[in-house]
């Protein structure tokens, strides 16, 4: 009995049937975006094993022939030099290089992740009939959610699609940075933190497909995976009644719950959504009162408008012939919004006469910024964290 164990045949066989239980949907996929990516795979390995094959065989074939017992072999101690051998050696690899640069360079082109489907599948073209499918992708601790933006629905670690039917999803994570991944519909995509990103892809066979974080996030992260279901269109419409009959609505403190760590969560969904709660995720502003990263940078960009950049709110005055005028480095407009300020400090600033080479501003014109309210935001609701009035610098202090 341990001979038969032990025996090489023995071992290889256990090993292929322990494999049989695996399914291949990398180089098996459900979706043309994946087969494709699989084609692309394929054919560069073929390409480079035009290379890899015949260098093996010929080391081999080298050893054998030159080995020390065989005598009839040629013995050169001065061979230096070929220049057919030395043609074979570089123009083969050259020319294998620029056929895998023009395969992978048009292939990974036409399947950016970013880039909206051309067709469903081989014998099928997106045309205008085509509805894509939007979802909202968020990576949590650990868990996924997945929001329907057409639908008004969301649903945690299960993902139902229709069969044949262009999806574009939407990505972002709410603390670390992971890694979507349906093997058998499309690529890999990173979900980020205070980013969005984008990944579309079909499924054109019914069934059950995993789908995984293949980026390891912490503790919870070997539990972190959901099914992917695709059916019919009726019954993608009613998985929609369904969930929308089982009722719970998703909003921010809703959220804020569902983002606090757990592991192995069961699937769930949720009737309602609020409509503007992704964009509130990508934008790290769930939280009530905290103001949105799209809200910082549109002040960033106007130059700011706290106390410590109080100097940086207004245009540099230029000299009478304009050439200490400060142009930023980068190009751009020079204009910068003068301020959150108070009365005292808009009227000083109104007061001065501003040259703006290679035009001149004699009157102050629409103010762009001095007094004006703060930036509404993204969602409906005035930020009121700058409307305080700043106080009045120390004596002696320059504005």
């Known amino acids: 009995m341990k001979s ?24 098996a996929p459900a979706g043309d975006v994946a087969a494709r990516q699989r084609d692309l795979l394929v054919q560069t390995t073929l390409l480079m094993l035009l290379i890899i094959v015949p260098v093996m065989l010929l080391t081999l074939f080298f050893a054998w022939k030159y080995r020390s017992k065989n005598k009839e072999a040629d013995y050169q101690p001065d061979w230096d030099h070929s220049t057919k051998l030395e043609l074979v050696i570089w123009a083969v690899p050259l020319l294998l290089i620029i056929c895998l640069g023009a395969l992978t360079w048009v292939g990974t082109h036409l399947l950016d992740p970013y880039r909206p489907l051309d067709r469903v599948d081989v014998n099928t073209p997106v045309t205008e009939d085509h509805e894509t499918l939007k979802v909202e992708v968020v990576a949590l601790d650990w868990k996924w959610l997945f929001i329907y933006p057409d639908q008004g629905i969301a649903t945690v670690n299960r993902l139902v699609v229709p069969e044949d039917t262009p999806v574009e999803f939407s990505l972002t994570s709410s603390t670390v940075m992971n890694a979507f991944y349906i093997p058998a519909m499309a690529g890999m995509i990173y979900a980020m933190p205070g980013m969005e990103t984008k990944l579309h892809g079909v499924l054109n066979e019914q069934g059950d497909y995993k789908g995984i974080a293949s980026h390891y996030s912490g503790a919870g992260f070997s539990g972190m995976h959901f099914v992917t279901t695709v059916t019919d269109q009726a019954g993608f419409d009613g998985f929609v009644s369904e969930t929308k009959a089982a009722g719970g609505m998703l909003d921010r403190d809703t959220y804020l719950q569902l983002a606090a760590p757990s592991q192995n969560e069961p699937p769930r969904g949720y009737a309602g959504v609020d409509p503007v709660l992704f964009a509130r995720v ?14 910082m940078m549109q002040i960033d960009a106007a130059g700011g408008a706290g106390r410590a950049g109080i100097l940086n709110l207004m245009p540099r005055y230029a000299s009478a012939d304009g050439r200490s005028l400060a142009i930023p480095v980068l190009g751009g407009n020079a204009n910068m919004i003068q301020g959150f300020c108070g009365p005292d400090e808009e009227a000083r600033m109104l007061s001065q006469r501003v040259v703006i080479a290679p035009r001149e501003v004699t009157a102050p014109g629409p103010m762009r910024g001095a007094g004006l309210t703060p930036p509404s935001g993204l969602f409906g609701r005035a930020n009121t ?11 002696g202090e320059d504005f």
């Open 4 to 27: 038969f164990i032990k025996s090489p045949a023995t071992l290889l066989m256990v090993a292929v049937l322990a494999l049989a239980g695996c399914k291949a949907e990398v180089l």
């Open 282 to 295: 990508v934008n790290i502003c769930v939280e009530e009162g905290k103001i949105c990263v799209a809200e």
């Open 385 to 395: 964290q700058f409307s305080q009035i700043a106080p009045e610098p120390a004596a």
